[in-house]
């Protein structure tokens, strides 16, 4: 996937199921502490890391390979988002959360769509 990327595809990965099956787990692999404001632990043993963080140190690894054999330079941009009770959430946009939890109360983005785009998440951080 990352090494397809590199050659100029898009890429999504897509966690789908039940609530409480470990889908955010997969996606990160962190752990979290505290209550009132829970915090990301990031595990030092990279054998722990979720799929997010292991595509990315893949991918900037790739590129500092293919930079030093080509030269070539490379322009990468990000989303994270969630759909969460049918609402889309923006997870790079900290005005989302209030103390580390999504904002009940939040509307969300609005899906849309147009010709030259096709279906895409209004205002969604990248």
Same mark, same amino acid.
């Given at each position: ?5 590199? &050659?100029?595809? *898009?890429?999504?990965?897509? $966690? ?14 962190? %752990?979290?502490?505290? %209550?009132?404001? @829970?915090?990301?632990? =990031? #595990? ?7 799929? $997010? #963080?292991?595509? =990315? /140190? &893949? ?6 390979? +293919? &930079? ?5 330079? !490379?322009?990468?941009?990000?989303? !994270? ?12 946009? @900290?005005?989302? /959360?209030?103390?580390?939890? =999504?904002?009940? *109360? ?12 096709? !279906? +895409?998440?209004?205002?969604? +951080?990248?």
């Amino acid at each position: 996937l990352v090494e397809s990327v590199c &050659h100029g595809y *898009n890429a999504t990965v897509f $966690a789908y199921g039940q609530t409480g099956s470990g889908k955010t787990h997969t996606m990160e692999g962190f %752990d979290y502490v505290g %209550d009132s404001r @829970p915090r990301a632990v =990031i #595990p030092s043993d990279n054998s722990r890391w979720g799929v $997010a #963080p292991r595509a =990315i /140190f &893949h991918l900037f690894d790739t590129i500092r390979d +293919f &930079h030093m054999r080509t030269s070539d330079t !490379f322009v990468v941009r990000v989303s !994270f988002l969630q759909v969460y009770n049918e609402k889309i959430f923006d997870l790079l946009n @900290p005005s989302h /959360f209030q103390l580390g939890k =999504i904002q009940q *109360n939040d509307r969300g983005l609005r899906l849309r769509w147009d010709a030259r785009r096709g !279906f +895409f998440a209004e205002n969604l +951080f990248s």
